[in-house]
């Protein structure tokens, strides 16, 4: 069982920057996907960013490319998600995930099914 904790949310303007913690305890993220969803006001949870696999390339939405850097410590065990340019499009709860599932080929990784174990997730307002 993993336990995930978000934090770094919070109120920023836009052109602000923030940076979001993911820390899991109970066991090591493993092998499997790690990846940050969000979910605004009325719309469904989408894809921001993820490792595929444990040791696999980061991807990134494209509402998000160029402006979001997903990082991991593994000897915290902690996955971090640096937002720079933020824009009032990016308001949404955020959230940490990680999956049992590696994903070393195809786009399964965006879909927040594939995904095993979640955190509370962590509010990002931008204000305009």
């Known amino acids: 069982q993993v336990a995930l904790t978000e934090s770094g949310g919070g109120l920023v303007e836009v052109g602000g920057s923030l940076i979001l913690s993911c820390a899991a305890s109970?066991?090591?993220?493993?092998?499997?996907?790690t990846a940050w969803f969000r979910q605004a006001p009325g719309k469904s949870r989408e894809f921001v960013a993820g490792?595929?696999?444990?040791?696999?390339?980061?991807a990134y939405a494209e509402s998000v490319s160029g402006r979001c850097t997903i990082s991991r410590d593994n000897a915290k065990n902690t996955v971090y998600l640096q937002m720079n340019s933020l824009k009032p499009e990016d308001t949404a709860v955020y959230y940490c995930?990680?999956?049992?599932?590696?994903?070393?080929?195809?786009?399964?990784?965006?879909?927040?099914?594939?995904?095993?174990?979640w955190g509370q997730g962590t509010q990002v307002t931008v204000s305009s």
């Open positions: 995930a990680v999956s049992k599932s590696a994903f070393y080929v195809g786009d399964e990784y965006v879909r927040d099914l594939a995904y095993d174990y």
């Open positions: 109970g066991r090591t993220f493993g092998g499997g996907a």
């Open positions: 490792f595929t696999w444990s040791g696999g390339p980061a």
